[in-house]
């Protein structure tokens, strides 16, 4: 056999305050075990960062336990297979582990599902016909059932969930407007996803007045991926029988106090308008769908995704903190 490499973790070192910063998180490397009769060694080729992440070193109780000061940060990743000594596996296998910030990973195979990389490149496993892809299919299509004609607003609108969103929308045959943070976001938005408005939320003063330009008829579909002043401002601009699906609120991630916004629940009434907020996990019966559907429009070449990488398994923490500051168009990931 050969000689196991260490391995290498990023581990949380502190709770962050406010934005993360790099010394919330600390590198510990730690020898691997050998391979035993039925195990696999994988080594990791992509990681991906979420904002989720963001809730799960809060140690704020939430849907899933906290990562605890001093253990490896969790998060999905592929991973290559290095050796097998187990038969559903070979050297070479693509597979995708909940495995973590970490290089390595041991495992009786039980925690690794192969992935398809004829069908799509390793890295799209982790983004559209991941996680982010499945939450952009269910949370637009089953929570707000979108109808052709109708108008289609997503904030976070250039990220890994917001593109496919809206890109679905227009599959659906909708008005659809997004909402980013950088004048070339915008621009790739309505040049080549094909969305029919966007506009930059930072260097936009008047959100309703904008709102009222680009959705001539009113907003029946609002996919929320921030929260704040621009989910306020959407309650300005509702149609009759709305519905909002409250997919994130990264714009509340950071905050060390409660934001006190305007109180809009009267626009419900008004305008007899749905909320409702969704976990992904809610759907894992349905990901077959999700993903089938999802691969079939890339075929068609009626949805497009784009990753931006962040090189080098050193530099998981600052992708970490770059996603959270808006330095990615589509899915972020680390490539090793
Ligand atoms: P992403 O959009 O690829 O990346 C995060 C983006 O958020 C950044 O690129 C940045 O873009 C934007 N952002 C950061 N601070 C902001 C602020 N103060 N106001 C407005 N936008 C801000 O991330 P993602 O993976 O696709 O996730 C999008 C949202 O979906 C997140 O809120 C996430 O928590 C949520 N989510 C929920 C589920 C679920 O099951 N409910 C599953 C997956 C993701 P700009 O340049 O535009 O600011
Ligand atoms: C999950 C449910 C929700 C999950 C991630 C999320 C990694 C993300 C939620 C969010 O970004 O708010 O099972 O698995």
């Not at 080594?43 to 605890?68: C, N, Q, W």
């Not at 299509?141 to 929308?169: F, K, M, R």
């Not at 966007?198 to 709102?211: E, G, H, I, Q, R």
Request: glycine share 12%; net charge neutral; aromatic share 10%.
């Amino acid at each position: 056999m050969n000689a196991m490499p260490n391995n290498r973790q990023w581990t949380l070192a502190a709770r962050p305050v406010g934005m993360p910063k790099e010394s919330d998180f600390a590198l510990v490397e730690t020898p691997l075990p050998a391979l035993a009769d039925g195990q696999v060694l994988a080594h990791a080729k992509f990681l991906t960062v979420d904002p989720y992440m963001r809730g799960r070193i809060s140690g704020m109780k939430s849907y899933a336990k906290p990562v605890e000061i001093g253990e490896t940060m969790v998060g999905g990743a592929i991973l290559e297979v290095v050796e097998s000594k187990n038969p559903k596996f070979k050297a070479g296998d693509m597979v995708d582990v909940y495995s973590g910030w970490q290089e390595y990973v041991v495992s009786d195979g039980g925690n690794m599902r192969k992935v398809d990389t004829n069908l799509a490149p390793a890295s799209a496993y982790l983004g559209v016909l991941g996680m982010p892809g499945l939450t952009a299919y269910f949370g637009l299509l089953d929570v707000c059932n979108p109808q052709t004609g109708e108008t289609v607003v997503v904030s976070g609108a250039a990220g890994a969930v917001g593109a496919l969103v809206g890109q679905i929308a227009k599959i659906k045959g909708c008005h659809v407007v997004g909402i980013a943070g950088e004048d070339d976001k915008v621009k790739y938005l309505t040049a080549e996803l094909g969305f029919d408005g966007a506009f930059n939320y930072k260097t936009t003063d008047n959100y309703p007045a904008k709102l009222k330009e680009l959705c001539p008829k009113g907003i029946d579909v609002y996919f929320d991926n921030v929260g704040g002043p621009i989910t306020d401002a959407i309650f300005t601009n509702l149609n009759t029988g709305a519905r909002i699906s409250v997919c994130g609120q990264i714009s509340q991630y950071n905050n060390t106090k409660m934001e006190m916004g305007p109180r809009l629940f009267g626009a419900l009434i008004v305008y007899r308008a749905k909320v409702q907020g969704f976990l992904v996990s809610d759907y894992a019966k349905r990901f077959t769908e999700g993903v089938t559907a999802m691969a079939g429009w890339i075929k068609e070449g009626k949805l497009k995704y784009r990753e931006t990488f962040v090189d080098g398994f050193d530099n998981t923490p600052k992708a970490f903190i770059a996603l959270l500051n808006g330095a990615n168009t589509g899915k972020m990931l680390v490539r090793l």
